[in-house]
């Protein structure tokens, strides 16, 4: 893939974005910053790349990388569920 | 490889409708588990697209850290939630800029090493390792575990200024260097984290909401940051998304306190704050007791609960609920006037007001509930003090001039609860306690809506 491609998918993502986040009413901005937490969580996907194509040093970093991408999905995603559940209505 | 990244594509889609859904109190539950779900299809689709996988390493990385992270969700307690998500901020940094390192050892000295790609990853290790050591230092601040007040030193700017330089000169010596700057590239790691550091002790505790937002934001720069190391679709746009929403929410807290982000950065308020309030005025307060302020209740028939980080200091949301409940059940309209800054982190309060079990309908915006205030009956005022000041709107000797306040004083009477006559975080003297219609009812915020309730059940 080269450089352009990429570049226009980042820059379009970053205007998807900022449509869709300033519709989030500020009643749910607190599960919407955990949220996003989570899906930053995404690393994992490079860590799990970095563990394998990075030789030994690689895989270590990796590792770690993997503990720490997957403590940002799980937490992220089960507290967001913890509080939105307690979001009710009369 | 070409279904890996048709997989992360529907990732991001699922991503963004998750984030759709969040528009709404009502669908929100279900977005955040479309999210979830796309984030295991993403794992899911890395695992099986490459041979000879250590699946046993991976596993055991990811047990390691999901009983980490399912014990901070199951335990984190509602007004705890800015310190878990600063110290998830830094997990997030800290992940990115290791896969960037791995990269970086992978890589150097072969022919693949590009300029591009060693941008990239300085990038990432740079945003990243910020955000790790920022995040720890802001969980600290809020945890208690390093002082509230902001740490500051001469020189501090200099020296900040000094570090970012020689970390600008460092990466640009690594990019385009080629050979001798593995060193150099252990400097930048280092003074990267050394930045996170001296970047945060200086802000203040009322600041953390600026700087949790802002550190989200960076720590979906540093994820997209690694997408480009990687050429990797979904991590670039994840990381969009995520650095858009953290830049959005960190323009709204400094829009409600009427800051700057470069002033929330490097003012250090909180500390220089003695000289504000300096000609003191003198005010006369009217001090009432709850019996008083029930029988004032009695007679209303529109009353609005202005609730602020007091409140959840004194873990009184139960009794602000049970006071509403009886109220409502008296034939009175209540609603909640939430400021944007109202808790410690965006809509921290609203989540604090929901975990005791008020109903999302009634918790109201400052757009949508200043108009209210003008044909309000009683406005009661819980641990919120400068959010209330109407000095922001036309006192231009004030230190919270220009910010948006909510206009309690506009209501036929106004009930302020407090500790006690102490200013709020600005430091300043709010000239409401002394208005005619302001009565203040002075003790702790749940000892007081707990008699306030017995006085209007006996009424």
Known sequence: MDIINILTVFILAIFVGFEIITKVPPTLHTPLMSGSNAISGIAIVGAIIATKVGGEIGTWLGLIAVIFATINCVGGFMVTDRMLKMFKRK | MEYTNLAYVLAAVLFILGIKKLSSPKTARSGNTIASIGMLIAIIATVTSFDLLDFKLIAIGMIIGAIIGATFAIRVEMTQMPQMVAIFNGFGGGASALVAAAEFFSKYGTAEQTTFLTGTII????????????????????????????????????????????????????????????????????????LGITLTIPIGGADMPVVISLLNSYSGVAAAATGFVLMNNGLIISGALVGASGLILT???CKGMNRSLANVIFGAVGLEQESGGGEAKQISIKSSTTDEAAMILD?????????????????????????????????????????????????HMNVLLAEA??????????????????????????????????????????????????????????????????????????????????VMVFGDAKEMLTTLHKDLKEL
């Open chain 2, 357 to 438: 079990n008020v109903p999302y309908e009634l918790l109201m915006d400052l757009d949508q509930i200043n108009p209210e205030f003008e044909d309000c009956d009683v406005a009661i005022v819980l641990g919120a003090n400068d959010v209330v000041n109407p000095a922001a709107r036309h006192d231009t000797s004030s230190p919270i001039y220009g910010m948006p306040i909510l206009d309690v004083d506009k209501s036929r009477t106004v009930i302020v609860n407090k500790r006690t006559m102490n200013p709020g975080f600005a430091g300043i003297q709010n000239e409401l306690f002394g208005f005619d219609n302001t």
């Open chain 2, 251 to 253: 323009n709204i807290m």
């Open chain 2, 299 to 347: 007679a209303a028939d529109k009353v609005i609960v202005v609730p602020g980080y007091g409140l959840a200091v004194a873990q009184a949301q139960h009794a602000v609920r049970e006071v509403a409940e009886q109220l409502e059940s008296m034939g009175k309209k209540v609603l909640y006037a939430i400021h944007p800054v109202a808790g410690r982190m965006p809509g």
């Open chain 2, 123 to 194: 990038l990432s290790i740079f945003v990243g390792t910020l955000t790790l050591t920022g995040s720890f230092i802001a969980f600290g601040k809020l945890q208690g575990f390093v002082s509230g007040q902001p740490i500051v030193f001469p020189g501090q700017q200099i020296l900040n200024g000094l570090l970012a330089l020689s970390l600008i000169a460092m990466g640009a010596y690594v990019t385009m260097g080629s050979g001798q700057e593995m060193n150099m590239f252990y400097g930048v790691i280092l003074v990267a984290a050394i």
